[in-house]
C-alpha cells in the first residue's frame, strides 16, 4: 500500500481538494476499488491531465491509497517534468516498471490513450484513443491483476483543442506535446466544468498462456475494455445531462467563489 510520506505529496493532495470544489467532482463507484492487493486502473486521457489526480485523491480520500502512475516517456525527457513527477511516484512507462510496482502490491494508474488522446481536437472529444494500445492489457495478464476503468469524459471541456496541422507534425516527428488550445476565454485559466467520473467494476484478466494464439485472446479482452470503457463515457455523460440547465449554471459559477474561500482557508488554518 502505497502511503502520504512527503511534504509535495501532501501539497499536491491540497491542491487537488481545491481542484475538486472547483470543478464539483465526483467519482461514482469509488467502492470497486480494493483497499489492498494490486490492480491496473486504466483512465481516459484529457490534455488537462489533472483529472487523473483528482481520481487518485478520491481513492486516498477513501483507501488511504495513493496510486502509482506511469508517465508518458515525454515527460521524463523534460528535466523539470520528470523531477516533479518523480517526486510524486511517477515512473516512465514501460512494461517491467508497471509489472515490477503491481508485483509490490501497488494500485497503478495509468492512459492507454496517452499523449495521442490528450491531444484530440474538440471534434473527437468524449472518445478514447486505444486502438493498438494493448500494452496496459499484457501487463495486467502478465500480473495476474484485474482491470479498473475509469471514464471522465468532461474533462475534455476543461480545454478547447484546435485541430492544426503543427500539433500533428511535432507529436509524429518528436512525440512531443505542442497543441493550440484555450481555456475560459482567451487564458489558460481552466474551465470550471463539472468533473465526474465514472468507476468500473474490477474486471479479472482471462489466464493466456505465453505462445501462440496468445495475441489474438489480448486483442479480444482489449475490445471487451473498449466497449466497457465506451458505455462508461456515456454513463458520466449521462449523468451530468441534469447540470446543463441554465439554474444550475448561475448557482454554480455563484457559488464557486465561496466554495473556493472556504477550501483555502481550511487548508491554512490547518497549517497555523
Known sequence: MTTLKTPLHERVLKLARVLQIYHRYRAIGLENVPEEGPAVIAVSHSLATYDSALLGAAIYQR????????????????????????????????????????????????????????????????????????????????????????????????????????????????????PVARGMGLTAIPRPVRLVHVVSEPIPPPEIPEGEGFESEIEKFHARLSTRMRELMLQALRFLCWATTLVFKITYLLSIPLDLFFAISKIFSKEA
Open 63 to 178: 483507501t488511504g491509497r495513493l496510486p502509482r502512475g506511469l508517465g508518458d516517456r515525454a515527460i521524463f525527457r523534460t528535466p523539470f517534468l520528470r523531477d516533479w513527477a518523480m517526486r510524486i511516484g511517477m515512473t516512465e512507462g514501460s512494461p517491467e516498471a508497471g509489472l515490477e510496482l503491481l508485483r509490490d502490491g501497488h494500485l497503478l494508474m495509468l492512459a492507454p490513450g496517452g499523449m495521442l488522446e490528450a491531444l484530440r481536437p474538440k471534434a473527437d472529444r468524449y472518445q478514447i484513443c486505444w486502438d493498438h494500445r494493448r500494452g496496459f492489457v499484457r501487463l495486467a495478464v502478465r500480473a495476474r491483476v484485474p482491470i479498473i476503468l475509469a471514464a471522465c469524459p468532461r474533462a475534455d471541456d476543461i480545454y478547447r483543442v484546435y485541430e492544426n496541422p503543427l500539433t500533428s507534425i511535432v507529436y509524429q516527428t518528436m512525440r512531443m506535446p505542442l
